[in-house]
């Protein structure tokens, strides 16, 4: 019964900003470390960014570093995504997952979101 329900993607242009979040329901969502991971057309998932279950501690891809800010609510059980100087390479579905531990490996997550979309343009 564990749901992960992404929101706030859409269409923006090139510098721009959009924030994610990501509602959880049916887990002890204090007790997780949460992620971000990204597929674009035609590549596989790829890691963005993640949160230890207290907010404590944060890693972000390379690609991401000064422009996006993950963070997490436990009293709203929301963890959400700025994200700041878009770029078209950064057009992808957004997804976001739940584990144990704060890390970058995507079979180290046990529950995921459906997804949602991201659109940059030039």
């Known amino acids: 019964q564990v749901q992960l329900v992404e929101s706030g993607g859409g269409l923006v242009q090139a510098g721009g900003s959009l924030r994610l979040s990501c509602a959880a329901s049916g887990l002890t969502f204090s007790s997780y470390a949460m992620g971000w991971f990204r597929q674009a057309p035609g590549k596989g998932r790829e890691f963005v960014a993640t949160i230890s279950w207290s907010g404590g501690d944060t890693y972000y891809t390379d690609s991401v570093k000064g422009r996006f800010t993950i963070s997490r609510d436990n009293a709203k059980n929301t963890v959400y995504l700025q994200m700041n100087s878009l770029k078209p390479e950064d057009t992808a579905v957004y997804y976001c997952?739940?584990?144990?531990?704060?890390?970058?490996?995507?079979?180290?997550?046990?529950?995921w979101g459906q997804g949602t979309q991201v659109t940059v343009s030039s």
């Open positions: 997952a739940a584990g144990r531990l704060w890390v970058k490996e995507i079979s180290e997550y046990d529950y």
